[in-house]
């Protein structure tokens, strides 16, 4: 057992607060355990201009932490005049990852922006970001077709993601920071709603792996998406 009580298969409890934030498009407070994110969406007329005159969308992401989102202060990054690498790279996932279920024609020439602001950390923040994330997405197109701005909803399949670390050479499923902090080998995966993979983000951090245990994260990390796509159309109650 861990020390949250859960066996190594098994993913922390998870709460889904749609609406949160009330100027957003969408917007949701994702939870999992400890780590909370906010995740908003908001929609611009236009696209960059590498889009312009083709008639189809763009979505793309910023990601922060806040300050006292961790047990101590994260300075912000404005205040260092520029963003980390770390945090270009998961902002570029998130983005990766809404844009392989959105159907860009039918968006039309509009940017969505996903906002997703870590307010708490205990590890898996940029799995929580994107599971959190597809939710403000799709509150955000449901409302610009209820609007008739757009012929219907562009979201073609859920997304999701889950961190797998193996630990004491065995799996674990959405690990906490502490037993992130600890772990061999630390990945990342994000799955579509038919079972597809948009990303697989595995390091050996310490040992390397074996391909057996390779295929332990991913079987792990299929049963811990299913259950975040499950959360996910409970808070959407059943429109998806």
Known sequence: MRADGRKRDEIRNISIEVDYVKHAHGSCLFSTGDTKVICTAS?????PPFLKGKGTGWITSEYSMLPMSCQTRVPRESSKGKKTGRTHEVQRLIGRALRSIVDMSALGERTVWLDCDVIQADGGTR???????????????????????INRIPVKDQIAAVSVGILDGEAYLDLTYDEDSR??????????????????????????FTAAQFGDILGFAEKGIKKVFKEQKKALRGSF
């Open 43 to 47: 929609v611009d007329d236009g696209v």
């Open 127 to 149: 799995c929580a970001s994107i599971s959190g994330s597809f939710i403000a997405l799709y509150l955000a197109m449901e409302r610009l077709s209820d609007a008739g701005k």
């Open 183 to 208: 772990a061999d080998v630390d990945t990342n995966i994000v799955m579509t709603g038919n079972g597809r993979f948009v990303e697989v983000q595995c390091t050996a951090e310490r040992e390397p």
